[in-house]
Nanobody
Framework: QVQLVESGGGLVQAGGSLRLSCAASGRTFSNYATAWFRQTPGKEREFVASINWSGLNTYYANSVKERFTISRDNAKNTMYLQMTSLKPEDTAVYYC??????????????????WGQGTQVTVSS
C-alpha cells in the first residue's frame, strides 16, 4: 500500500508561482513512478505531469509545458510540482498519484493505483 499526501495549494494571482508537494509513505518510494493530475468541477481528471522512478524521465501535458516542472527527492519520499506563470485556467484540485510496480512514468490515468486527497489551487485574474 502507498499513502500520498499533497500540500502547497492555495490562492495566487495570475502570473504567480506555487510549489506543490506530495509526501509518500508505505512502500519504497524509488520503486515506482509518480504523477500529477488535476480536476475541475464537471470535468474529468486530466494529466498534468509524470516522472519515472529516478527522476530522469518526465512528461508534461502541452498546456503546462514550459511553465510547470515535476521533480522528486527519493531520499525525502517526496514529489514536487513547481508551477510558474500560472493562469486562471490552471485552477483545479491537484492530485498526486503512484504507479506501483512500475519504474516508468505514464500519462494514462488508468495506470495509477494510488491517489492522494488533493490540494486546491486557485488562480485569480
Amino acid at each position: 500500500q502507498v499513502q500520498l499526501v499533497e500540500s502547497g495549494g492555495g490562492l495566487v494571482q495570475a502570473g504567480g508561482s506555487l510549489r506543490l508537494s506530495c509526501a509518500a509513505s508505505g512502500r519504497t518510494f524509488s520503486n515506482y513512478a509518480t504523477a500529477w493530475f488535476r480536476q475541475t468541477p464537471g470535468k474529468e481528471r486530466e494529466f498534468v505531469a509524470s516522472i519515472n522512478w529516478s527522476g530522469l524521465n518526465t512528461y508534461y501535458a502541452n498546456s503546462v509545458k514550459e511553465r510547470f516542472t515535476i521533480s522528486r527527492d527519493n531520499a525525502k519520499n517526496t514529489m514536487y510540482l513547481q508551477m510558474t506563470s500560472l493562469k486562471p485556467e490552471d485552477t483545479a484540485v491537484y492530485y498526486c498519484a503512484a504507479r506501483l510496480g512500475y519504474y516508468s512514468a505514464s500519462r494514462m490515468i488508468s495506470e495509477y493505483d494510488y491517489w492522494g486527497q488533493g490540494t486546491q489551487v486557485t488562480v485569480s485574474s
